[in-house]
């Protein structure tokens, strides 16, 4: 075993006596700081204590397995790996006092390299193998720097004194240099993630080969150097090249990034910006551009940034969607051009801030500061989550920050939510037998199953999904690019179809549960819940219908007659408690009951329905299902409206209403429903399946 593997398991075994002879072990293990590449960590609350020395023991592991270097070689890649990582801790005091004499902290690499030719320092010249010191200190110094070059994040250039020490000393060492360096790099990446090690070994082995053979001038063209930061964003569907195209049609910008990264070198940039677009990647580098002095600057970390854009979410990590929207709606605000000219909206409530982390301008860490209300704002947002207050607190974000004010942003829950939604995709082949012609829409295409399923039952149909939701249409993008998808989508206002598309223009319209969140989330001449909403929704569609083409719906009902009483009994206390809550945060109507005991309440069958609806979705989506209401016709009140929307100028082709399958299975177990004679009642239909014809 390693002898440093040994110590570190000494340490945790308890005997802290190794500390006062091994400095290195002293630093990893005596700190409070837990500096480590928040992409691989799955929960932040799961974060080691002390990660840093985890990693480092990881990596030990892997060395004291390799069979592949000698006793000597692997003797030295022990030392570089054992001192490699200590300026990510130290106690405070240490960590002070190492910012004072100037040792770069910030860039990891550099700090230790600082620090352990500083502990050498004390160590009496006899007793020091300065040729092995030489090697392990330059090792140190550019450790990490091969997969930062393969990530796009350095230049090649910042392995040059390697490849300088090398040349220089090339007579002194009796090792396998190139074997050695691709050991060191193997226990370097593989203590990370063993997967991300079999993707880039053929690549390491590449980049070590040029370094040994003393190659210079291996940079990446910008072009290939920003596919390779945007690499996890080309992975969940962003369209590099088409966008890379597009932006850098300007030779101007093309010229100003490319002198920009020609000269420098940048850490955590995917871990902080992967889930921003292109254009909000391009314009943060303009605001650092501008914020920065171009000329001293050597080294962007975007640490600050990536440790403050997390948080746990349900004990997981997660984007911080309260603060991405925010980034979002500045940079929004902000134009490339502009920013190109030095000019940019100054926000009161947020702005990108510089943070210096040397005294001659060269080494800078970026993050976003928010106003102290922001802040506390956003605070309140996190604790209110999982709670009714959830949605007001939403409400009073878009408004303190003047973003995104549609109803249908659910933040965290968006991805849960389009989850669901793609799950009921056998309902949704229903709808696709009944669409006809060559040109189709799906009204609010959320998770874009009712696009596969369109797409699959009419390859020949051009298949497009629009929603006025930003951030689903920029997911569904991703999902088109990511699994080639052959439908389309826009972002556009169901109300206002006429202005997207041509009179008579389309065959088939497709509403699968979408009016009855349209009708409980927009406030429609005066207000949420009118029904006249969904009058307008279908004689937009009804408009760029063509004679022939149908509309197809898929949504709630309520039943009939209104005025029927059921009687809910539910199996344990805690059912009156979600209900009486339920009937206080409800917003599409008030609900009146009566309390017959303390398990069982007596009101209106559809307030029953209503209710239910909440109740089977549970508190996950508590705080989104008591904003909606989904019967809101019953089916004499839908038939009418139809009747009076569409005149001699069309027909209803089918008119269905039904109990979803399974929904009785699934809700009975927790509650019994009862007539006014406590007589056992079915549930009533509450989904309807409506095809309209447009006649030529």
Request: hydrophobic share 40%; net charge negative; proline share 2%.
């Amino acid at each position: 075993m390693l002898h440093s593997l040994y110590s570190i398991q000494k340490v945790k075994m308890g005997d802290k006596t190794l500390l006062r002879e091994q400095k290195w072990l002293h630093y990893l293990y005596l700190t409070k700081e837990k500096n480590v590449n928040l992409e691989q960590v799955e929960s932040l609350a799961g974060i080691e204590d002390n990660p840093v020395l985890s990693y480092v023991e990881k990596s030990l592991e892997i060395l004291n397995d390799s069979p592949k270097v000698n006793e000597y070689e692997k003797e030295i890649i022990e030392e570089v790996l054992i001192w490699s990582d200590v300026a990510k801790c130290g106690l405070e005091h240490k960590r002070k006092e190492w910012r004072e004499r100037g040792f770069q902290l910030g860039i990891h690499n550099i700090g230790s390299a600082q620090i352990y030719a500083d502990e050498k320092m004390a160590v009496p010249i006899k007793e020091r193998v300065l040729d092995k010191e030489e090697l392990v200190y330059i090792l140190i110094y550019t450790h990490g720097l091969i997969g930062q070059f393969i990530r796009g994040e350095v230049r090649f250039r910042q392995l040059e004194p390697l490849i300088d020490f090398l040349h220089q000393n090339r007579e002194t060492y009796s090792i396998n240099i190139g074997n050695m360096l691709y050991v060191l790099n193997q226990c370097i990446i593989e203590a990370v993630s063993k997967v991300i090690w079999n993707e880039v070994q053929g690549e390491v082995g590449n980049v070590i080969n040029w370094i040994v053979e003393g190659e210079r001038g291996k940079e990446y063209f910008l072009k290939n150097r920003l596919m390779k930061l945007r690499k996890s964003s080309i992975k969940d569907g962003e369209n590099f090249n088409l966008l890379y195209d597009r932006y850098f049609l300007d030779q101007e910008l093309k010229k100003l990034f490319q002198t920009f990264f020609r000269k420098t070198d940048m850490w955590y940039v995917e871990a902080a910006l992967h889930d921003f677009s292109f254009d909000e990647f391009l314009k943060i580098f303009l605001l650092i551009y501008q914020k920065a002095n171009p000329l001293t600057l050597k080294q962007i970390s975007f640490e600050p940034f990536m440790k403050d854009i997390y948080y746990d979410y349900k004990g997981k990590k997660m984007i911080n969607l309260y603060k991405k929207r925010i980034i979002e709606a500045y940079l929004k605000e902000l134009n490339i051009e502009d920013l190109m000219r030095g000019k940019y909206v100054q926000n009161e409530h947020v702005e990108m801030a510089i943070v210096a982390m040397d005294q001659l301008d060269e080494i800078i860490g970026v993050k976003f500061i928010y106003s102290k209300a922001g802040e506390k704002l956003i605070e309140f947002c996190q604790e209110a989550e999982k709670s009714p207050l959830y949605e007001r607190s939403i409400i009073l974000l878009y408004d303190f920050f003047g973003f995104r004010k549609d109803g249908f942003d659910r933040m965290q829950n968006e991805q849960i939510y389009l989850s669901d939604m793609n799950k009921s995709q056998n309902h949704k082949k229903v709808i696709a037998e009944y669409a006809v012609g060559s040109k189709m829409l799906d009204i609010g295409a959320g998770g874009g199953v009712m696009l596969d399923v369109l797409s699959e039952y009419h390859p020949n149909a051009e298949v497009i999904g629009i929603d006025i939701s930003t951030n689903v249409i920029e997911e569904l993008e991703r999902k088109k690019m990511r699994e080639n998808k052959p439908w389309f989508v826009k972002q556009a206002d169901a109300l206002l179809l006429k202005d997207f598309y041509e009179i008579n223009s389309i065959d088939t319209i497709v509403f699968s549960s979408i009016l009855h969140e349209m009708y409980s989330y927009i406030p429609y001449k005066g207000g949420k819940f009118n029904p006249e909403v969904i009058i307008d929704s279908l004689k937009s569609a009804f408009e760029v219908l063509k004679p022939g083409g149908r509309i197809i719906i898929r949504d709630g009902i309520m039943t009939e007659p209104k005025d029927q009483v059921r009687i809910i009994e539910f199996d344990q206390l805690k059912g009156i408690e979600f209900f009486r809550r339920y009937v206080n945060d409800f917003k599409g109507r008030k609900i009146s009951y009566e309390q017959v005991n303390d398990r069982t309440i007596q009101l209106s069958i559809n307030d029953v329905m209503e209710f239910l609806y909440t109740y089977t979705w549970g508190e996950e989506a508590y705080p989104h299902e008591v904003q909606e209401q989904f019967g809101y016709f019953t089916p004499s009140e839908y038939k009418k409206a139809i009747q009076n929307i569409l005149g001699e100028k069309g027909r209803l082709l089918i008119f269905q209403h039904y109990l979803q399958d399974g929904y009785e299975e699934h809700i009975l177990p927790h509650v019994k429903v009862m007539d006014k004679d406590r007589n056992t009642a079915r549930l009533p239909d509450s989904t309807c399946f409506i095809v309209i014809e447009k006649i030529e």
